[in-house]
């Protein structure tokens, strides 16, 4: 299986229940057919035909999380995803087309500005982090919380989180959040405040 035809290859994978990878990058093809930046292979390699996502994303995908229901959230630096308006952020049915129950409004900024990271939280909230500012107007430096539905969580976080950019986001068993930043491992409480407990060690 050839995956990028001279493009850079996956950035990033999720693994599905049945064995089937979701990869997501800069690549504009998959076994010599167009998928422009996410494909789905089957457990042998070869790619699945049956998830077509369209023309796909204009820009590359730089996350990738399947949700216990099967579908798919990406992040990324994209700005359409299969000829539409989708900034930075999708949710997918496991068919490749666009989830419409999942409206997470606009992250604003130039391209340059993208989402990095991806967590699903138990009650289905998604976690997002990246190199951005603000999510549809209100202050979000790095990080933000959305419900099921993609809409802002507006109290998250509540104090203290700035210029986080997390390449990482690891949900402990406690409800706790784990993120790896550019240059340092830092931890919040739930709420999204800083804890206070957790030594941060810059790298």
């Known amino acids: 299986l050839r995956i990028?035809?001279?493009?850079?290859?996956?950035?990033?994978?999720a693994q599905q229940a049945d064995g089937k990878l979701i990869v997501g990058g800069d690549f504009t093809a998959c076994a010599g057919i167009a998928r422009n930046r996410i494909a789905?292979?089957?457990t042998d390699g070869s790619m699945d035909l049956s998830f077509d996502p369209g023309s796909g994303?204009?820009?590359?995908v730089r996350a990738l999380v399947?949700?216990?229901?099967g579908k798919i959230l990406v992040g990324g630096a994209f700005t359409t995803f299969n000829g539409a308006a989708q900034n930075k952020l999708v949710r997918l049915n496991s068919n490749g087309s666009r989830d419409t129950g999942f409206n997470p409004g606009t992250i604003p900024g130039s391209i340059s500005i993208y989402v990095q990271s991806l967590a699903v939280k138990g009650n289905g909230q998604v976690l997002?982090?990246?190199?951005?500012?603000?999510?549809?107007?209100?202050?979000?430096?790095?990080?933000?919380?959305?419900?099921?539905?993609?809409?802002?969580?507006?109290?998250?976080?509540?104090?203290?989180?700035?210029?986080l950019y997390p390449?990482?986001?690891?949900?402990?068993?406690?409800?706790?959040?784990?993120?790896?930043?550019?240059?340092?491992a830092e931890q919040l409480n739930a709420d999204g405040t800083y804890d206070t407990g957790f030594t941060n060690y810059p790298f």
């Open 4 to 13: 990028g035809q001279g493009f850079p290859g996956p950035w990033a994978a």
């Open 40 to 42: 789905r292979l089957n």
């Open 57 to 60: 994303f204009n820009f590359p």
């Open 66 to 69: 399947i949700q216990q229901d």
């Open 128 to 163: 997002v982090g990246g190199n951005f500012n603000s999510v549809g107007g209100n202050s979000r430096p790095g990080l933000a919380l959305f419900n099921t539905d993609g809409g802002l969580v507006a109290s998250f976080p509540a104090v203290g989180v700035s210029n």
């Open 167 to 184: 390449n990482s986001i690891i949900i402990r068993p406690d409800g706790k959040l784990l993120l790896g930043t550019f240059d340092s």
